[in-house]
């Protein structure tokens, strides 16, 4: 594996509920980062954390709110999705240069 | 920002046969680029880098070629086998300064 844990794997979620996705880094990076993956697009980088501050927000929606508590734990707060919000959420570390992934997150939204 | 283009999209080969995979960039003070593997339930994984100041690098059936000039590199497996089949990312960055811009991907299929 990478040292990059996601949780849950799996996670089906109604419009109205709330929910988070966790990612636990063990390779002592100082730089987490969420992306999203759907089908047939490019990744599209979501937020960046450096050293616990977010350095980039890519025009996210507000109903993904991340939260970055210490360097090797990064959150997505989630909470009145869009179902065109399904698809795979990819945690990642990084050294500043090299980027490792986690597993992922498949999310639908019903 | 950085653009990258990545082709084809999909690549049908026989085992045992080579694949090759282009991607150009457009910004000239690009100097690290990465292919990523993804295996279907994974994440993508690291599986070769090259930077700017060298122009091939290789890792047993797997190879990357740089040209600054034409800003295009590529990626290049021999032997192909079976578990090489996944999608494959070709990503450029500003090592140290940005954050890696991804290609499309380009779904590779290796029949037996």
């Known amino acids: 594996e990478t040292g990059v844990t996601q949780t849950p794997r799996h996670l089906v979620m109604g419009m109205t509920n709330k929910k988070s996705l966790k990612c636990e880094q063990h390779l002592g990076h100082n730089a987490m980062y969420w992306y999203k993956q759907s089908a047939k697009k490019p990744l599209e980088l979501m937020f960046v954390y450096s050293l616990e501050e977010r350095v980039e927000n890519n025009s996210v929606p507000s109903r993904f709110s991340p939260e970055c508590p210490n360097s090797s734990h990064l959150f997505l707060h989630l909470h009145t999705l869009q179902p065109e919000d399904s698809a795979l959420y990819l945690c990642?570390?990084?050294?500043?240069?090299?980027?490792?992934f986690g597993s992922g997150t498949q999310l639908s939204v019903l | 920002g950085e653009n990258v283009e990545q082709h084809p999209s999909t690549l049908s080969v026989q085992e045992g046969d080579s694949a090759v995979i282009k991607c150009t960039y457009s910004d000239s003070a690009s100097n690290y680029f990465p292919w990523y593997k993804q295996e279907l339930g994974k994440g993508p994984q690291l599986i070769i880098d090259i930077r700017s100041n060298v122009g091939e690098k290789k890792d047993q059936r797997i190879a990357v070629t740089l040209n600054k000039t034409a800003k295009h590199f590529s990626l290049h497996i021999t032997e192909t086998q079976p578990e090489d089949s996944a999608v494959y990312f070709c990503a450029a960055s500003v090592s140290g300064y940005s954050t890696l811009t991804f290609g499309k991907g380009t779904m590779l299929l290796v029949s037996p």
């Open positions: 990642a570390s990084s050294d500043g240069e090299k980027l490792f």
